[in-house]
């Protein structure tokens, strides 16, 4: 099996696909009996060996949909291998819809919450501040039901878990009614942006932009809440947003790999051809964009008053070494939160992502990119790369040793933990 960017490959015992609870419940009893390992894969979009075994690894490919959906709450029981996709769909036959989502629909909501995964907006916490409520299958083959309310500090675990308190059945989300967003995607200069910082995430409802290292340049993405009729989507759309981002990306992506002096040249010509484009459309359809161009990545949550210091620093280290790099930086907000593991503990964050093409070299700018973020208080989303341990990670999360024993008591053997856990948890 391999993950989404081909960086990981391993050979699991067994892969099951079950169809209930009950089957998950099942499995985990004959794991505890048998001594054997168990992981959860939803679409495998990490970066990090997360769900590698060697023993029972479980896809809820089979285990997908809604199971209750209250209209006038706004609440939604939804299985937990549910793909972000289909369940965007789901629930705006309901009319309803996610508060907020990050750029990617391919993950599991399960998958979603486990890492931290969030979208951008300073009103807006982590994906994993919507949910209520969540169900799951322990290490002692248990049902556990956890909310605000009822186990509040194992909900509070569990809200950002890495899959290590048990196996996630069911979570409860707390949904909007449906809406529709107007978004401007535009190139702009990078001074104009940088300058404009502050203000754009205070007076739009989502704003996040990309600088294109060795340019002047950013992209910029910005939206708001509309009221009129959504566009067609036509020829234009499809040529702008998967056409140019996917196929002519991927060409240039492939001539910078055989040709590495074509990197600057590469940013530039990307750069170059952002078209503003502006569409209003249902906000499931609009987070959310085609990535068919394969990467790997790091993402650091930094406090939100550092991002200036640490952006800097970023642009004047690249444009120093030299990287074979193009691909663009991506910088969100995000609101804080009371989640122990969650990276917006505590604060007001800034996130910024660094992406290298999947066939190219990328440890020493990731390293010198983390050097960075750790300088100026970072902590790394738990699904992208990084190359921090058990040790390191402590210092930075008030509550990992909270966490740590409530993991502990709910999978006293450790069946859910591999070998990349047992370094990252201790």
Not at 2 to 16: A, D, F, M, T, Y
Not at 31 to 58: C, Q, Y
Not at 233 to 254: D, K, R, S
Not at 390 to 404: G, I, K, N, S, V
């Amino acid at each position: 099996m391999q993950n989404w960017s081909k960086r990981i490959s391993w050979q699991p015992g067994e892969v099951l696909y079950p169809r209930s609870e009950a089957e998950i419940q099942q499995i985990i009893l004959r794991a505890a009996g048998s001594g054997k390992n168990v992981r959860t894969i939803g679409t495998g979009h990490s970066f990090n060996p997360l769900w590698v075994t060697e023993d029972i690894l479980i896809s809820l490919d089979a285990y997908q949909g809604l199971v209750t959906v209250d209209p006038e709450t706004g609440l939604v029981v939804v299985k937990a291998g549910t793909k972000l996709r289909q369940l965007g769909e789901l629930l705006f036959a309901h009319g309803l819809a996610m508060e907020n989502l990050g750029d990617i629909d391919a993950q599991s909501i399960a998958g979603t919450i486990s890492t931290g995964t969030h979208g951008t907006g300073l009103d807006f916490g982590t994906i994993s501040t919507q949910v209520r409520a969540i169900r799951l299958v322990n290490g002692r083959g248990e049902i556990v039901r956890c909310s605000a309310i009822e186990n509040p500090e194992l909900f509070r675990a569990a809200q950002v878990s890495l899959g290590s308190l048990g196996v996630i059945t069911e979570i409860t989300l707390q949904c909007v009614p449906a809406y529709k967003l107007e978004l401007w995607s535009r190139k702009e200069e990078l001074s104009a942006v940088l300058n404009s910082w502050q203000d754009r995430h205070r007076d739009n409802r989502n704003f996040e932009f990309y600088w294109f290292p060795y340019t002047q340049e950013a992209w910029t993405k910005t939206a708001n809440l509309a009221d009129e009729q959504p566009d067609k989507v036509g020829m234009a759309n499809y040529l702008t947003e998967y056409f140019l981002e996917n196929y002519v990306f991927q060409v240039l992506c492939e001539a910078a790999t055989r040709f590495p002096g074509l990197n600057k040249s590469v940013a530039r010509i990307s750069s170059g051809s952002i078209p503003t484009v502006r569409k209003v459309y249902h906000s499931h359809k609009v987070y959310a964009t085609q990535r068919l161009v394969r990467f790997n990545e790091m993402e650091y949550n930094i406090p939100l008053e550092a991002h200036e210091m640490v952006f800097g620093e970023i642009v004047r280290t690249i444009t120093k070494r030299n990287y074979r790099i193009h691909f663009p930086i991506e910088n969100r907000v995000v609101k804080g939160d009371r989640i122990p593991l969650s990276p917006a503990f505590g604060r007001d964050s800034a996130y910024i992502a660094c992406h290298v093409y999947h066939k190219k070299e990328w440890e020493p700018f990731f390293r010198d990119m983390e050097a960075i973020f750790l300088a100026h208080g970072g902590r790394p989303h738990w699904g992208k790369i990084h190359f921090l341990e058990a040790e390191q990670l402590a210092d930075r999360y008030p509550e990992f040793a909270a966490f740590r024993q409530l993991r502990a008591e709910q999978d006293p053997e450790g069946i859910f933990l591999n070998g990349y856990l047992r370094e990252l948890l201790g």
